[in-house]
């Protein structure tokens, strides 16, 4: 149990667009879900926590009207990163935890690729 | 802030045991260990967690130590397919930080 399921894996696309990626707990509830986001041979650096119907809680330095947080139900998250730029390309990693203590494990999604060209 | 502290990198052969270190001094009282390990291109796989007696599971053994600021990972017997870069992460409340990962290299 406890699978997480990201989409896309990989995404290619012009500067400017918009991109949405969407993470789901296929078989558990997950009230609290996690972005990451991931340079090559660097660790995960947390973008924002978010509990089921509350406002995502963004980490410093993350500009909140840029990596627009959903989290709508206790199966679904999305990450909407509006007009990307090159400098936005990445490996974005969400993360899906029943409950909102560490008693519990997170659950990775696969990632999701981003160029942005 | 949460914080970890881990070595970059450390090599086992295949079939010995490993053990992988971490310290996380800023933990606190009430919040777990985590593990977890993660291969290239991946997101991370979740490996164990504990509180403060040690934990066991099909993957891993977890040993924390008697004052919670550190705690160490054990692969019973390598084996190739355990080839990853490894994070701990401690908790300090509501703060929770990977810290930069150990790479362990397993040789045949």
């Known amino acids: 149990g406890a699978v997480v399921s990201q989409h896309p894996s990989w995404v290619i696309c012009k500067s400017g667009t918009s991109v949405k990626i969407e993470c789901r707990s296929l078989d558990f509830q997950a009230t609290t879900m996690f972005w990451y986001r991931q340079f090559p041979k660097q660790s995960l650096m947390l973008m924002a926590t978010s509990n089921e119907g509350s406002k995502a809680t963004y980490e410093q330095g993350v500009e909140k009207d840029k990596f627009l947080i959903n989290h709508a139900s206790l199966t679904l998250s999305t990450l909407t990163v509006t007009s990307a730029h090159p400098e936005d390309s990445s490996f974005y990693i969400c993360?899906?935890?029943?409950?909102?203590?560490?008693?519990?494990?997170?659950?990775f999604g696969d990632g999701t690729r981003l160029s942005i060209l | 802030d949460a914080k970890t502290t881990q070595p970059n990198s450390m090599e086992s052969n295949e079939e010995e045991p490993v053990h992988l270190p971490c310290n996380h001094s800023t933990i606190s009282g009430t919040d777990y260990i985590h593990w977890y390990r993660q291969l290239p291109s991946q997101g991370p796989e979740y490996v164990i967690h504990?509180?403060?007696s040690n934990v066991n599971n099909r993957m891993a053994s977890l040993a924390i130590a008697e004052d919670r600021k550190s705690s160490t990972l054990i692969l019973h017997r390598a084996t190739l397919r355990d080839a990853a870069v490894y994070y701990c992460m401690g908790y300090n409340n509501n703060d929770m930080r990977f810290g930069a990962g150990t790479r362990l290299t397993v040789k045949p």
């Open positions: 993360s899906a935890r029943r409950g909102e203590n560490s008693n519990q494990p997170q659950h």
């Open positions: 504990g509180l403060t």
